[in-house]
């Protein structure tokens, strides 16, 4: 789905060449300051390599008009952003951003319940805890069905539990609509326990890990 070869960006990131695969989900780990959170932004062109070659399906990523590719090519940032409105506001954000029709309250009250956020449609999300935030941000990028979701550290202020609900259901999300997941998550053990492909990266460059693509 996507390739990558030769990248360089100043001294963050250095990727000779990288492939990442449709309708799978790709895990990226690693310490911290890294790169990933770069590696995603350069996918749905947020940022641009100073050198280097990104495809995306067969064709280079500048090739596309960045607001149709920020379409297919969906990222949910580290700080889950809130929005002033209110919850239903802040879920519609994204389809009205891509300039895609609403939706009714029916669906999402359906998508509040996938990423159990158990709040009202009316509600005003300024004082939602963090892990309520995060799961908001989630709903808003999951109702815009995109053909490639790029999650930066999705779960990372949910407990345990809440955590490995909301991932099952977003790994069932892909695999049922056929989508393509590239997710940064500092758990090595959720990257190994989904079974897909696991990047980790170390100096700004990806070591594929045993098990991996
Ligand atoms: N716009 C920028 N200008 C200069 N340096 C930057 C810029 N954006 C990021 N960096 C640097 O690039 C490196 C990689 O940052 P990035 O956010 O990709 O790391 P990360 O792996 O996502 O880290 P974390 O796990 O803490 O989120 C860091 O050293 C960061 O300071
Ligand atoms: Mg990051």
Same mark, same amino acid.
């Given at each position: 789905? *996507?390739?990558?070869?030769?990248?360089?960006?100043?001294? $963050?990131?250095?990727?000779?060449?990288?492939?990442?695969?449709?309708?799978?989900? @790709?895990?990226?780990?690693?310490?911290?300051?890294?790169?990933?959170?770069?590696?995603?932004?350069?996918?749905?062109?947020?940022? @641009?390599?100073?050198?280097?070659? $990104?495809?995306? %399906?067969?064709?280079?990523?500048?090739?596309?008009? #960045?607001?149709?590719?920020?379409?297919?090519?969906?990222?949910? =940032?580290?700080?889950?952003?809130?929005?002033?409105?209110?919850?239903?506001?802040?879920?519609?954000?994204?389809?009205? *951003?891509?300039?895609?029709?609403?939706?009714?309250?029916?669906?999402?009250?359906? !998508?509040?319940? !996938?990423?159990?956020?158990?709040? @009202?449609?009316?509600?005003?999300?300024?004082?939602?805890?963090?892990?309520?935030?995060?799961?908001?941000?989630?709903?808003?990028? %999951?109702? !815009?069905?995109?053909?490639?979701?790029?999650?930066?550290?999705?779960?990372?202020?949910?407990?345990?539990?809440?955590?490995?609900?909301?991932?099952?259901? $977003?790994?069932?999300?892909?695999?049922?609509?056929?989508?393509?997941?590239?997710?940064?998550?500092?758990?090595? =053990?959720?990257?190994?326990?989904?079974?897909?492909?696991?990047?980790? *990266?170390?100096?700004?460059? #990806?070591?594929?890990?045993?098990?991996? =693509?």
């Amino acid at each position: 789905m *996507f390739q990558l070869k030769n990248i360089r960006l100043h001294k $963050i990131l250095h990727i000779p060449d990288l492939i990442i695969e449709g309708n799978r989900i @790709t895990c990226i780990t690693g310490e911290s300051g890294g790169g990933k959170t770069t590696l995603l932004k350069l996918l749905n062109r947020m940022k @641009t390599p100073d050198a280097g070659t $990104i495809t995306y %399906l067969g064709q280079p990523l500048e090739s596309y008009d #960045p607001v149709q590719l920020r379409r297919q090519v969906v990222m949910m =940032a580290q700080d889950s952003l809130v929005f002033p409105g209110s919850i239903r506001e802040n879920l519609l954000i994204g389809l009205r *951003f891509s300039e895609k029709p609403g939706v009714s309250d029916d669906v999402l009250k359906s !998508m509040m319940e !996938m990423v159990k956020l158990r709040k @009202t449609l009316d509600e005003d999300p300024s004082n939602l805890s963090g892990g309520e935030k995060q799961r908001l941000a989630l709903g808003r990028v %999951l109702l !815009m069905y995109p053909e490639v979701l790029l999650l930066d550290e999705p779960s990372s202020s949910l407990d345990e539990e809440t955590e490995s609900l909301v991932i099952s259901r $977003i790994t069932d999300y892909v695999h049922k609509r056929g989508k393509t997941l590239v997710m940064v998550t500092h758990s090595k =053990a959720l990257a190994e326990s989904i079974g897909g492909d696991h990047i980790t *990266f170390e100096n700004g460059s #990806p070591k594929p890990m045993p098990g991996g =693509a």
